[in-house]
Nanobody
Framework: QVQLVESGGGLVQAGESLRLSCAAS????????MGWYRQAPGKQRELVAR???????NYADSVKGRFTISRDNAKNTVYLQMNSLKPEDTAVYYC?????????WGQGTQVTVSS
């Protein structure tokens, strides 16, 4: 089983930046892929960014050019750097890990962007 702990959420103004962190209890080397999802009130959970074991990345169109997903294998941690934040980025952000055909989720961290 993989445990995920997120941190870095908070309240910021539009145009500012945040960096989210997700620490995994297992080596990232053993995890097929990790990603960040978000869910705003009244909306479905959506993929924000994803990185595979091989290093390939995917981003939602709405965050391309503003968000960057990265990883530190030695620290078993995945990051989401969020720049030029907009009010529409406001949501609960969840870390996800895919290991041995099983999905694991973090508890979520709130990101609120004021105009």
């Amino acid at each position: 089983q993989v445990q995920l702990v997120e941190s870095g959420g908070g309240l910021v103004q539009a145009g500012e930046s945040l960096r989210l962190s997700c620490a995994a209890s297992k080596s990232i080397f053993s995890i097929n892929a990790m990603g960040w999802y978000r869910q705003a009130p009244g909306k479905q959970r959506e993929l924000v960014a994803r990185i595979t074991r091989g290093g390939s990345t995917n981003y939602a169109d709405s965050v391309k050019g503003r968000f960057t997903i990265s990883r530190d294998n030695a620290k078993n941690t995945v990051y989401l750097q969020m720049n030029s934040l907009k009010p529409e980025d406001t949501a609960v952000y969840y870390c996800n890990a895919d290991r041995d055909s099983t999905n694991y989720w973090g508890q979520g961290t709130q990101v609120t962007v004021s105009s």
